[in-house]
C-alpha cells in the first residue's frame, strides 16, 4: 500500500459552484479523518469516521459540507455553494486500530481555490 | 477546547546549530502527543510521538522531543541541524481520536 491519496490535487471552483473531494485511505485502516488547513495555520479538523460511521463534525463543519464513507473505505467531502472562504488545504487521514489507534497518516492534500 | 502553542513562528539556524522547538497544550488529561514535518512540496509526515512511558522520545533523522507533564509542554529537539531540516514542523494533541495542531514553526537551515 502506497498510502493515503487524496483526487484531485488541485480544484479550481468559481464561487456557488459544489465541489467533490476523494481521499482513499491505507487499507486497513478503519479511521478516516478530515482537516482544512489555512496559509500560516496547522490542520483544523474537521470530522472523521470509524468504518462508515460518521463519528464526530466539527462546528467548522457547516451546513454546506457534507462528508460520506459509505462502505467503510473511501471517503469524500462535498462543499455546496462554495465561498472564497472555503479556498484551503483539504487534508485527508487515517490510522489503524489498536495501539496505534491514534497516528495518523496523512494524505497530500486537496488545495481548492475559490474565484 | 484543546489548543495548542508553537511559540516560533520562523526559526532561522545555520548548520550544526542546535535546535529546540517550543509547543505547550492546554488540557491536562490523557493525551497522545505529536510532532509532524512538512518538508517544502510533501505532505505531513510523523516525526515522532508520545503515548505513555519515557517521556524522552525518539523520532526519524535524529529528533527527539521532552514530555514535561506539570507544564503542558512537547518540546521538540536536535543536537545538530542539517540544510535538509529546512521545513515546517507542527506539534499536535490527539485525544479521543481527534487531532489539535498548532500553528507551525517554519525552520529554515543556512548551509
Known amino acids: 500500500d502506497t498510502g493515503v491519496s487524496q483526487d484531485p490535487r488541485h480544484k479550481i471552483t468559481k464561487r456557488g459552484q459544489n465541489v467533490t473531494f476523494r481521499c482513499d485511505p491505507i487499507?486497513?485502516?478503519?479511521?478516516l479523518y478530515w482537516y482544512r488547513q489555512t496559509l500560516g495555520q496547522g490542520p483544523e479538523f474537521l470530522t472523521y469516521?470509524?468504518?462508515?460511521?460518521?463519528?464526530?463534525k466539527s462546528r467548522l463543519l457547516s451546513d454546506r459540507f457534507s462528508a460520506e464513507r459509505p462502505k467503510g473505505s473511501f471517503s469524500t467531502l462535498e462543499i455546496q455553494r462554495t465561498e472564497q472562504g472555503d479556498s484551503a488545504m483539504y487534508l485527508c487521514?487515517?490510522?489503524?486500530?489498536?495501539?496505534?489507534?491514534?497516528?495518523?497518516?496523512f494524505g497530500p492534500g486537496t488545495r481548492l481555490t475559490v474565484t | 477546547a484543546q489548543s495548542v502553542s508553537q511559540h516560533n513562528h520562523h526559526v532561522i539556524l545555520s548548520e550544526a546549530a542546535s535546535l529546540e522547538l517550543g509547543c505547550n497544550y492546554s488540557y491536562g488529561g490523557t493525551v497522545n502527543l505529536f510532532w509532524y514535518v512538512q518538508y517544502p512540496g510533501q505532505h505531513l509526515q510523523l516525526l515522532l510521538k508520545?503515548?505513555?512511558?519515557?517521556?524522552l522520545v525518539k523520532g526519524i533523522k535524529g529528533f527527539e522531543a521532552e514530555f514535561i507533564k506539570s507544564k503542558f509542554s512537547f518540546n521538540l529537539r536536535k543536537p545538530s541541524v542539517q540544510w535538509s531540516d529546512t521545513a515546517e514542523y507542527f506539534c499536535?494533541?490527539?485525544?479521543?481520536?481527534?487531532?489539535?495542531f498548532g500553528d507551525g514553526t517554519t525552520l529554515t537551515v543556512k548551509p
Open positions: 487499507s486497513e485502516h478503519n479511521r
Open positions: 469516521f470509524q468504518n462508515e460511521a460518521q463519528l464526530e
Open positions: 499536535a494533541v490527539n485525544e479521543a481520536g481527534k487531532s489539535t
Open positions: 508520545y503515548f505513555s512511558g519515557d517521556p
Open positions: 487521514a487515517s490510522s489503524q486500530p489498536g495501539l496505534e489507534l491514534h497516528e495518523q497518516y
